[in-house]
Nanobody
Framework: QLVESGGGFVQAGGSLRLSCSAS????????MGWFRQAPGKEREFVAAMRKGTSSTYYTESVKGRFTISRDNANNRMYLQMNRLRPEDTAVYYC?????????????????????WGQGTLVTVSS
């Protein structure tokens, strides 16, 4: 089970840090990702960290502003979001891969992920 926290309301230019905790699985043995879904839109990839490495991937619009990280000791993953924009407003979901070791391009796809959190809402005002 994955549980996100840290969402909220922030003005444009501000920062938030999302956290995802896990029970019943170990982050260190999984690839992990963050996705988001804005009202009326499809869920989209935001960031990912490849299993067993520190390789990270980001969608173009968040590069240089968002950082994905993990804390294996505490079985948590994070998404640090800086310089937030109104278009970042969405429900943010954390996810982890299942068994296996997906290739790098797979991390951008929703279907790669086996476990999902319930989401946390981020609202950025202009």
């Amino acid at each position: 089970q994955l549980v996100e926290s840290g969402g909220g309301f922030v003005q444009a230019g501000g920062s938030l840090r999302l956290s995802c905790s896990a029970s019943g699985l170990t982050f260190s043995s999984k690839g992990m990702g963050w996705f988001r879904q804005a009202p009326g839109k499809e869920r989209e990839f935001v960031a990912a960290m490849r299993k067993g490495t520190s390789s990270t991937y980001y969608t173009e619009s968040v590069k240089g502003r968002f950082t994905i990280s993990r804390d294996n000791a505490n079985n948590r993953m994070y998404l640090q979001m800086n310089r937030l924009r109104p278009e970042d407003t969405a429900v943010y979901y954390c996810a982890t891969t299942g068994s296996g070791n997906p290739i790098s391009s797979a991390y951008f796809r929703l279907s790669t992920y086996a476990y999902w959190g319930q989401g946390t809402l981020v609202t950025v005002s202009s």
